[in-house]
Nanobody
């Protein structure tokens, strides 16, 4: 059973940056395809970014393309999301997710394992 724990969320001003981390355990991390999703109050959960097992392939939602960077360190069993030029509309709970089979996916129902989420609040 794969466990995922996110960290790094917090309060940041518009235009600022944050880096989220997701520590994985209970599985072979380099066999997992990983993704980040977010859910704002009153809205459905939405795709943010995804990455293949060795980081060769990435995919981003249009809303974050050019501002966010997804990466992974397989030696540390950790997934990252670097968020730059943050906007108020980026405010949400951010979740990392894992799936044991490829390819990279933008659909949340393709993912088998989820973290508990970390709150990101962007204030103006």
């Amino acid at each position: 059973q794969v466990q995922l724990v996110e960290s790094g969320g917090g309060l940041v001003q518009v235009g600022g940056s944050l880096r989220l981390s997701c520590a994985a355990s209970g599985g072979t991390f380099n066999r997992l395809y990983m993704g980040w999703f977010r859910q704002a109050p009153g809205k459905v959960r939405e795709f943010v970014a995804a990455i293949s097992r060795f980081g060769v392939t990435t995919n981003y939602a249009d809303a974050v393309k050019g501002r966010f960077i997804i990466s992974r360190d397989n030696a540390k069993n950790t997934l990252y999301l670097e968020m730059n030029s943050l906007k108020s509309e980026d405010t949400a709970v951010y979740y990392c997710a894992a799936r044991p089979a490829g390819p990279v996916s933008t659909a949340d129902n393709d993912y088998n394992y989820w973290g508990q989420g970390t709150q990101v609040t962007v204030s103006s």
